[in-house]
């Protein structure tokens, strides 16, 4: 995993606040991938994200989160007015083009905890 | 996108082969098979990746069978350290999202 960082590692917020998750991918990484995962539960696909341009968000829920990937920077999950429900561990996952199959890196997830 | 079914979990001892096995029906012609592990508290780390017949390195062998419509990951002497989920993933190139099954839950006894 090394080379794919996330921060911050862990996150309170309070019903109503907002969290932004961010992710840097590896060197040379130009796709990111987002994933959810409840406590003792798998992964959950969220979003995929190219430079400026977001592939596939199917996996996102339709009000509330959001997600980008700038030219400059890291790739940012925001999560506006949170409940409790989105408690979660994050995780991105980076990989150097679309052609890369099912071969991604991943970081060490972002643990958001909502009080 | 092809669905993988796998164990949810299995029981070993330290020192034994452990193989996990993982369905995929409908694989596509240009989709790998992919294995990942993940620890508590910890992203998913790359273990293993293989197209067809046998593939291996330093810390487990993939067996694929001639139709590819499963996969066997191969775990050679598992220690303690060795307890944690492990994922199938089958995907190819362009493959837009990637969807991580339940995953196989390994505990390994002393």
């Known amino acids: 995993n090394a080379g794919v960082m996330q921060n911050p590692r862990h996150l309170v917020r309070r019903r109503g606040q907002e969290a932004r998750l961010r992710c840097s991918p590896m060197?040379?990484?130009?796709?990111v991938y987002w994933y959810r995962q409840l406590p003792e539960e798998g992964l959950k696909f969220m979003v995929y994200l190219q430079k400026e341009n977001i592939i596939d968000e199917s996996g996102m829920p339709k009000e509330r989160f959001s997600a980008e990937f700038p030219k400059e920077g890291p790739s940012i999950l925001r999560i506006q007015q949170v409940v409790r429900g989105d408690s979660a561990a994050y995780f991105c996952?980076?990989?150097?083009?679309?052609?890369?199959?099912?071969?991604?890196?991943f970081g060490e997830g972002s643990w958001l905890t909502v009080v | 996108l092809a669905k993988t079914t796998q164990p949810i979990s299995m029981d070993s001892y330290e020192g034994q082969e452990v193989n996990i096995t993982c369905s995929h029906n409908n694989i596509a012609t240009n989709d790998y098979i992919t294995w990942y592990q993940q620890f508590p508290s910890q992203g998913p780390r790359f273990i293993i990746q293989?197209?067809?017949t046998k593939v291996t390195n330093e810390v487990a062998s993939l067996f694929i069978p001639a139709d590819r419509k499963s996969s066997t990951l191969s775990l050679p002497r598992v220690s303690l350290s060795d307890t944690a989920v492990y994922y199938c993933?089958?995907?190819?190139?362009?493959?837009?999202?990637?969807?991580f099954g339940t995953g196989t839950r390994l505990q390994v006894f002393p």
């Open positions: 293989g197209y067809k």
């Open positions: 060197k040379g990484h130009s796709h």
């Open positions: 993933l089958v995907g190819g190139a362009n493959t837009d999202k990637l969807i």
């Open positions: 996952a980076t990989t150097p083009d679309r052609n890369s199959g099912n071969t991604i890196y």
